[in-house]
């Protein structure tokens, strides 16, 4: 069979391209330790608002300058809805869903999570300005899912 040149060599671009995804990915897992939630950050969804730390949702001073936000979404609220640090705080949010899939963005910020039930997500971030920012649930939850929002107050 004749293969044309010009397919064959966008072929091996492909296979080539391939191979460096894949190595990458080995990478990420490997030297960098990226990797989807394992076991120890399931949870049931059902009964993680009865397990520390979701028994007490809330926002508590973990050091100089770090705080620690404990964060549950479901339908349709933020518990808490309201997150207070001081500006130049270190801020470590860790978050579930009790129901269906939510997700957190905080306007301003990069913070951008997904809340699945059953997963824990992490996210750390460090809010240099005074300011405002709102935050919204990204992933359409039903129909009260534009009522989903919080804010995050840094004095
Ligand atoms: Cu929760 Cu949309």
């Not at 059953?118 to 750390?124: F, K, L, S, W, Y």
């Amino acid at each position: 069979m004749k293969v044309h040149t010009y397919e064959k060599a966008f072929l091996w671009a492909g296979a080539v391209v391939l191979i460096a995804f894949m190595g990458a990915l080995l990478y990420a897992s490997a030297a960098m330790g990226i990797n989807l939630p394992g076991a120890e950050e399931r949870v049931d969804p059902a009964t993680v608002t009865s397990m520390p730390p979701f028994d007490q949702p809330g926002v508590r001073q973990v050091g100089e300058g770090r705080y620690e936000v404990v964060l549950i979404g479901r339908a349709w609220q933020f518990t808490p809805a309201e997150i207070r640090v001081p500006a130049g705080s270190e801020v470590t949010i860790i978050a579930t869903s009790t129901d269906v899939i939510h997700g957190i963005h905080v306007e301003g910020t990069r913070i951008n999570m997904m809340l699945v039930p059953g997963q824990i997500a992490r996210n750390t971030y460090t809010f240099q300005e005074p300011g405002e920012h709102l935050l919204v649930c990204h992933e359409f939850c039903g129909a009260g899912h534009h009522f989903m929002f919080g804010r995050v107050i840094v004095e």
